[in-house]
Nanobody, 123 residues
Framework: QLQLVESGGGLVQPGGSLRLSCAASGFTLDYYAIGWFRQAPGKEREGVACINSNGGSTYYADSVKGRFTVSRDNAKNTVFLQMNSLKPEDTAVYYC????????????????WGQGTQVTVSS
């Protein structure tokens, strides 16, 4: 079964850190860009970060630049999102999804969305 599974979410205080994981099963990540997205209650899903299949290029939303870092370990078939200096406005369900080779700004070009992991930033 082809799927992506997110993990690592939780409750953290403002200024804290979390590392999310996106693990692939049923296929190898080698040929796929992986995007991270989030959706807060009452808001549309938005792109957060993305990494190309070879890891050579990464992209970030302006709201997370300098705080979030996306990386991949193809040997572990996993992509990570390191989130530092978290803010309450980062609270959302975080998803990962795949696209062949290169990242895209268009969410509808990504497939095999995971079930999401909740991130809550609150004191």
């Amino acid at each position: 079964q082809l799927q992506l599974v997110e993990s690592g979410g939780g409750l953290v205080q403002p200024g804290g850190s979390l590392r999310l994981s996106c693990a692939a099963s049923g296929f190898t990540l080698d040929y796929y860009a992986i995007g991270w997205f989030r959706q807060a209650p009452g808001k549309e899903r938005e792109g957060v970060a993305c990494i190309n299949s070879n890891g050579g290029s990464t992209y970030y939303a302006d709201s997370v630049k300098g705080r979030f870092t996306v990386s991949r370990d193809n040997a572990k078939n996993t992509v990570f999102l390191q989130m530092n200096s978290l803010k309450p406005e980062d609270t959302a369900v975080y998803y990962c999804a795949r696209r062949y080779y290169r990242c895209s700004a268009y969410l509808n070009e990504y497939v095999y969305w995971g079930q999401g992991t909740q991130v809550t930033v609150s004191s």
